[in-house]
Structures are given as structure tokens and as C-alpha cells.
């Protein structure tokens, strides 16, 4: 249980940053270089590895190597377990209001 609970905080952590959320709408148009990436955020390269270790991690963006090169690209089945999490955590507040439960304390 710990697990599941670690791997969806990853998910939260990767989300909770502007630069990851730039990084992720660059990404849903097609695969990108890292230098690209680089060139249109404007930040160092120490930073953007940063970043790109955290939505790497997290599931959501995908990497592979050509020559010296990184390539990321968003991992679909990342994002569906991202999107399948937000959804479990609306259903479980509409499941929790239908009954009307009253706190016995």
C-alpha cells in the first residue's frame, strides 16, 4: 500500500511546479530535444535535468538517447494512470456524499 501511496505522490510532485507544467504542454505536440527544451524555457541545463528527472520518475514523460542527445516525449500510459488517479479521487468524494454519512464521535 505504501507503494501505490509513494508512486501518486510522485505524480503530485511532478505536477506541482510551473516549469514541469511547461515542459509537459511543449511535450503534447510531439517528442522534443532537450535542447530544444532548453532554448524555449530559458533555463540551465543542470535545471532542466532536474526537472526532467522528476517527470521521468513520476511516469509521465518518457526519455530515450540518440547519440549525445536526450528525447522526451509523454509516456500515455503515465498520463492515463495520472488521469485514472484524479478520477478515483472525484468518484471516492461522490461515493462518500451519496449516503449522507454522519460522524458518530
Known amino acids: ?37 532548453l532554448e524555449d524555457m530559458k533555463v540551465g541545463q543542470s535545471t532542466l535535468s532536474h526537472h526532467m528527472k522528476i517527470l521521468c520518475e513520476s511516469g509521465l514523460v518518457d526519455s530515450r538517447r540518440e547519440g549525445k542527445w536526450m528525447y522526451y516525449s509523454l509516456d500515455k ?17 461522490e461515493n462518500n456524499n451519496v449516503g449522507g454519512r454522519q460522524c458518530e464521535c
Open 77 to 93: 500510459e503515465g498520463c492515463e494512470a495520472a488521469k485514472n488517479l484524479l478520477d478515483e479521487i472525484i468518484s471516492q468524494k
Open 1 to 37: 500500500m505504501e507503494n501505490k501511496y509513494q508512486n501518486n505522490a510522485k505524480i503530485f510532485k511532478a505536477l506541482c511546479d510551473p516549469n514541469r507544467l511547461m515542459i509537459i504542454e511543449m511535450l503534447q505536440s510531439a517528442e522534443r530535444c532537450a535542447c530544444e527544451i
